[in-house]
């Protein structure tokens, strides 16, 4: 079993500036691929982006590329998304996600992740 728990989330201005955290469980955590969604109101839960363990490979949604970058502190069981220049549309509960197997289902899609936070609210004013 994995826990996750984001922190991190807020209320700020647009152009402003979060950083999201996302601690794990588990003793392997160097291993598991990680992700981020978000669900804004009365939308689908959306990829936001992603990172592997093997290669180190980074993905990202279009609609964040070049504003938004994830990474990963194994040392601390933890994955972060940095997040700059937010727009309001960028407002949503964000969500990480974990796949200790580091299957190979494609980056984007939840089902390659079974196990999800709790989720942290980003609130971008405008």
């Known amino acids: 079993q994995v826990q996750l728990v984001e922190s991190g989330g807020g209320l700020v201005q647009t152009g402003g500036s979060l950083r999201l955290s996302c601690a794990a469980s588990?003793?392997?955590?160097?291993?598991?691929?990680m992700g981020w969604f978000r669900r804004a109101p009365g939308k689908e839960r959306e990829f936001v982006a992603a990172?592997?363990?093997?290669?180190?490979?980074?993905y990202y949604a279009d609609s964040v590329k070049d504003r938004f970058t994830i990474s990963r502190d194994n040392a601390k069981n933890t994955v972060y998304l940095q997040m700059n220049s937010l727009k309001p549309e960028d407002t949503a509960v964000y969500y990480c996600?974990?796949?200790?197997?580091?299957?190979?289902?494609?980056?984007?899609?939840?089902?390659?992740?079974?196990?999800w936070g709790q989720g942290t609210q980003v609130t971008v004013s405008s």
């Open positions: 588990g003793r392997t955590f160097s291993r598991y691929d």
């Open positions: 990172i592997r363990w093997r290669s180190g490979s980074v």
């Open positions: 996600a974990a796949d200790p197997l580091s299957t190979s289902g494609t980056y984007y899609a939840a089902w390659k992740y079974d196990y």
